[in-house]
């Protein structure tokens, strides 16, 4: 049994993360500002739910600000975390062009919070989210952790390299294990409402246009949470090694690889909620990129693990959840 600090832990993948360590025993500390930046009664709803889970005795939870160096350092003081899963950040590629200073702040001041409270702790291993927005504007498929990735086309997607470069300076000043994921396009029931499982689930169920952007003209690596939450525990439990350079470091993705047409992923989950909408084709947003496609090799010559729950499944499960809460929790929203 470990003591482990958890950031982000009422978001989505947070969440989820944090049920898994519970079930496992661990002992755990959830971190969460509770902003605002989604309807926040979902982010509660999470909370609430961990409370009927196996091993909730085991949590213990913080509201805090990570962008507050000196709480920050004074939770890692009293805590004493042997091991950081840091999952909080400002999230949303097309948010970033509008917010570009809640990015700065939250992705990069308080990541700097963060690895200045594994340098002057006793931490055995820090595992963080970074995205595959960082491989921009990379034309070369499947995305690989070999390829350059020097040309981001959002700043969110600047944030997530910075953070891996920050991340391999700390390893290697300090030496403590540092292991960055790259998480590829995740869904799946307590999702967050601005992605696009959400987003379209809401448009079907209420009769209202899609916006499907560069002309439906889309591949997406859809990753089900349930494997990110494999991938995560998994890669906690191997601390990093050398590999490009003395510092104990790694970077992996976690994608389904397999992606899938956008125009696919919207027939699916209209064929899931037994209604059709009309779309709207647009053309490409700033920020975005055509096409998203994990190679997992390195994951899996790692950890043995790679993902595989089939999209179709995957939507399935979503959208009965979606129904479900929405329904039973805030019916408004489900039938505006």
């Known amino acids: 049994m470990s003591r482990i600090l958890l950031t982000g832990a009422a978001g989505f993948i947070g969440h989820h993360v944090t049920a898994a360590l519970l079930a496992r025993g ?119 952790e070999q390829n350059v990735v020097d040309h981001p086309v959002s700043l969110y997607a600047a944030t997530k390299k910075a953070n891996e470069l920050m991340a391999h300076t700390y390893s290697h000043l300090y030496q403590f294990p540092t292991t960055g994921l790259r998480f590829f396009t995740v869904y799946g029931p307590w999702g967050r409402p601005d992605m696009s499982p959400f987003l379209f689930a809401d448009a079907i169920l209420n009769g209202r246009a899609i916006k499907v952007f560069n002309h439906g003209k889309m591949l997406r690596d859809f990753t089900y949470i349930d494997d990110i939450v494999q991938g995560v525990l998994k890669v906690l439990d191997k601390p990093a090694t050398p590999l490009t350079s003395t510092a104990p470091y790694r970077i992996f993705n976690i994608g389904n690889s397999q992606p899938a047409p956008l125009l696919d992923f919207i027939a699916l989950l209209e064929q899931h909620l037994g209604k059709t909408a009309p779309k709207e084709f647009l053309p490409m947003q700033a920020g975005d990129v055509p096409a998203t496609y994990a190679d997992t090799a390195a994951l899996e010559a790692w950890v043995g693990f790679r993902p595989q729950t089939p999209l179709a499944s995957g939507l399935q499960r979503f959208c009965d959840w979606y129904q479900d809460y929405y329904a039973t929790t805030q019916p408004q929203l489900a039938h505006a």
């Open 26 to 144: 661990e002992q755990v500390l959830g971190v969460d500002n509770l902003n605002d930046y989604y309807d926040v009664s979902l982010k509660q709803a999470r909370m609430a739910r961990l409370q009927t889970l196996p091993g909730y005795q085991g949590f213990n939870f913080a509201q805090l600000d990570l962008r507050d160096a000196e709480k920050t350092a004074a939770m890692f003081a009293q805590y004493q975390p042997e091991l950081v899963i840091h999952l909080a950040a400002q999230a949303g590629v097309r948010h970033s062009l509008q917010a570009p200073l809640s990015y700065v702040d939250n992705n990069l001041l308080a990541f700097t919070n963060i690895l200045e409270g594994c340098r002057h702790g006793s931490i055995k291993h820090l595992v963080y989210a970074s995205s595959s927005s960082v491989y921009g504007g990379n034309t070369k498929l499947p995305f690989s």
